[in-house]
């Protein structure tokens, strides 16, 4: 996808029992998110692997443009559609767009508007290895994304405020349940090994997409 740098906001809610259609009905209102300086585009859904987990990415132009929503008009659709009291706690991230994936899409609204799924590996790094991380990323996984059957691109982020953690942002036009996605992709169109030293951890999600969620400017 060719996109300028972006700013990006992850998100993770666990909600709470019997809560899910609530929380859903609250997550449609930030439609309003639309009207908003500097928004490109948004995507959440249920992780398939623990559905009590509601995920959403949201893309913006810059960290200003984030930061003016935050202060002007979050808070307006925040207390008034009460989804505070539908989830136990809310883990909140952000990234900066590093690398991108060429693919089907060329566009980042086409991949979200279009796809069903989305796959995030969110990789926790040994001390002085992000540069052989990222020369790994974009010397096998960049090209073997673009060549993936089913795969119309994806989004290769560093976190704005730990220079040892990296988001890797995959959409999908199938339903994808495998377990280390990033992992089998590195099988096929590269050694895995290449990083298994690089990765003291990651938090590996598939998300089902919900139409009802997704923001397009």
């Known amino acids: 996808m060719n996109t300028e740098e ?3 906001k992850w998100m993770v809610c666990e909600v709470k029992e019997g809560k899910k ?3 859903s009905l609250a997550q449609d209102t930030w439609v309003k998110t639309a009207d908003a300086k500097g928004f490109i585009a948004q995507a959440g859904g249920w992780d398939l692997k623990n559905n009590s987990e509601a995920c959403i990415i949201s893309f913006w132009d810059s960290k200003n443009s984030l930061e003016h929503f935050m202060d002007d008009l979050h808070d307006t659709i925040f207390y008034k559609n009460k ?3 539908t989830y136990n706690w809310i883990a909140v991230s952000h990234f900066i767009d590093n690398l991108n994936i060429e693919g089907k899409s060329d566009i980042l609204r086409n991949a979200i508007k279009t796809n069903k799924s989305l796959c995030i590996a969110d990789c926790y790094l040994n001390s002085e290895k992000s540069v052989h991380f990222e020369k790994v990323m974009k010397e096998i996984w960049t090209p073997g994304m673009g060549r993936a059957e089913g795969i119309p691109g994806g ?3 560093k976190s704005s405020n730990n220079n040892l953690r990296y988001l890797l942002s995959t959409f999908l036009d ?5 377990n280390n996605h ?4 590195l099988t096929v169109y590269g050694n895995k090994s290449v990083i298994s030293d690089d ?6 999600r598939v998300i089902r997409l919900v139409d009802s969620w997704k923001i397009i400017k």
């Open 21 to 23: 259609q609530e929380f």
């Open 155 to 157: 989004i290769f982020s």
């Open 182 to 185: 990033l992992l089998n992709l």
């Open 199 to 204: 990765i003291t951890k990651m938090e590996e």
């Open 83 to 85: 989804q505070a009291d």
């Open 6 to 8: 972006m700013y990006i």
């Open 174 to 178: 199938h339903m994808e349940n495998n």
